[in-house]
């Protein structure tokens, strides 16, 4: 963490630099912010495993250029540790009506050793309303690795939401020390049903989880003893403000 | 609001010297407004605000056509303010939107507007600043006219529409920017898709879904805001606003659309209601059943209850998630029955300018004698929502086009023709193209494709008579709103055109209108819809080589070193 703040100064000056040239005329440029928790939540896998996962995303800029924030991270409640955590700032700008670029850093640090990655991003709106979100990423050790994120909302009412997602993660090559095989090695999917309590911004829910874990990657998992693929019960909120 | 020893004096005089010294005398009055952080009540919720004189809505402004009016504005808020008198011709450095027309009101400063009163009729004023329109900012104004007016009535009573929101516009703009469909809770559900499959089955259904998926854009994206409470002079439907008639009398109703997003299809079931001025100019007198004021517009109608019943004055939001109501009755107390709203209307494809775009830009003179027969193609299954007239400012097959509830005869822009132009008729010396341009996902609005912020200022001359083509690519209806100058909209009617100042333009249309450019100066120019004006549809509109020009020039110059 202490990494990632080191980072933000340099990338608030890259930012503020930028801004100006957006705007040429007249008035400023509205300046804009927001920070969506997407995933918060407590889930229980079959053998008994807890976690608690959330997946969160900040932003704040113009309609030209943003400096967004994402972090997720899996906690695992019994052992203690952190499976999964992760912090990325990123730069983004739209390239057409429905998507975006983005290019920044990410930090993961769970237990265990840590990596720094650049990353480039595309991001947007599918045609037929599906939410697109992936990365390309290249660690310190100069290994590449890519996810994909994508959901949809199907409305049973508009208050009553069933979104489905799903994501993949790929590494082009292995990095044992993380436990990362190359291939495709983790998939999960979700199916949550939420209720909008107060607007959009509180919205509890309820779903389950699928993660399934592939290859060296599942062989890593199973030599800890753990299970390659795991159904779990989900109940948790999203937020935004 | 106080009058001055001034105008109390004119008008003694007056009175005591008779009519001869009337040319020389100048009816001169000062009006006092403080700018005030309010509580406004809903009825519904009661939440804080912006409001003049300690109140929202604000003082109704009574003027005279002659008049020299003195306006003090007292700042009493922690932020910048500014008054734009909406609708007025005058100086442009009376016209209040900062930036544009002076620097704005500092918290704790007072302002002096003074400028004559050259015109009459119905009018409004409200907040140029941030989000204080929408979050109270805003008042009437009626200009007593100094010729008799042109039709006869016994009362008169101001009935301002608002749409005030329990969130503040900041707030608002802010959701709309992280999810445009934040407050839209009219979208098409599961269950509404296998209530279309047994109606329409499942192919065209689907396909219908896939249409609109494809683009990534909503059938029910109509009001782009809801959750508001209307209002009717600050009163909302159980607050019901009343006024007082004595049957048989003749009732003119000044409506105002002072909401920051919002459309009203007001009606008032048992009356007709005769439209006699539109956007404070008289037009030729046309009896309707039901109308539909944009925002920033304002109609007079006369109505005459003959029976010793209360009548309900009815505005249903034209996305039909909420409505106004206010009562007009014998006496203090009394209620009518409260119609249903009219069925939710859909966008269709022709309000995406798909189906018939080789209709975009056609004359709307000639449109009443349009071939018919090559609209085959069109999706009757959508056409609930029209009436058995085309109005020719929708597009043909349009989800939005009105219908009045009883049957009967609703207004269209068509309807309108000037009492007495204001201009001779001439022909334009040049056209301006204004595409109406956005992305509702991103909200992003703009002219042309450009955005306030990156947008080099539109040039007229001085002397010019303009023909602006407003072509709307989006799916929103944007009312727009030329300051300082009037825009005669092309219904056809050659001179008999009527003067407005705010021309709503519906999707997937083009509509036409003038300006005489008979005004110095910088205006704004924009959508008068709040999140789309400072989302970027908006243009800031520079007058040259006006016979004070050059003296404008070297002043702003002054300022600039």
Redesign the interface.
Known sequence: MTHMLKLLPATLTAFTLLAPVT????????I???L?IEEFEYRYGEGGEELFAYDADAFIGT?ELKLRWEGDGEYDINVKKFESLSNQLALQT?IS??WDIKGGVRYTSPEGPDRWYGVIGLSG?A???IEVDSHLFLSEKGKLSADLDMEYQ??????LILTPSASVDVAFSSDREIGVGSGVNSVEAGLRLSYDVW??AFSPYVGVVYERKFGQTANFIEAEGESADIWYAVIGAKF?F | MTKTLMRALSLGLMTNMGATLLPVLVYAGTYDLTVDKVLIDTGEFTKEGIGYNGKSPGPVLRFKEGEEVTINVANNLDETTSIHWHGLILPYQMDGVP?ISFPGIKPGETFTYKFPIVQSGTHWFHSHSEFQEPDGAYGSIVIEPKKKEPFRFDRDYVVQFTDKHPHSGKRI???L???AD?YN???????DFFSDVKKNGFGETVTGR?DW??M?MMASDIEDVQGFTPLINGMGPDQNWTGIFTPKERVRLRFINSSAMTYFDVRIPGLKMTVVAGDGNYVQPVTVDELRIGVAETYDVIVRPKEDKAYTIFGASMGRTAYARGTLAPREGMVAAIPEMTERPLLTMADMGMDHGNMVGMDHSSMKKMDHSNMKGMDHSNMKGMGSEEDAFYAVGSGLAPAAANGGKFLSYSDLKAQKPIYEHRKATREIELRLTG?M??Y?WSINGV???????LKLQYGERVRFKFVNETMMTHPMHLHGMWSILDVGAGKWNPAKHTISVAPGTTVYSETEVDAEGQWAFHCHLSYHA??GMFR?VVVEGGPKSASLNSSEEGVLQ
């Open positions: 705007s040429l005329a007249e008035d400023p440029a509205n804009y912010y927001g969506q309609d739209p009506d429905f709106l045609p037929q309303w199907i409305l049973l009412s508009n208050y607007d959009r935004m | 930036k703009m802010r959701n920017k992280m999810a934040y809770r009219k979208q098409q559900t599961l269950s896939m998926g494809g990534r992305n996902e991103r992003i955005k306030y912020e990156d947008a080099e200022p400072d989302a800031k």
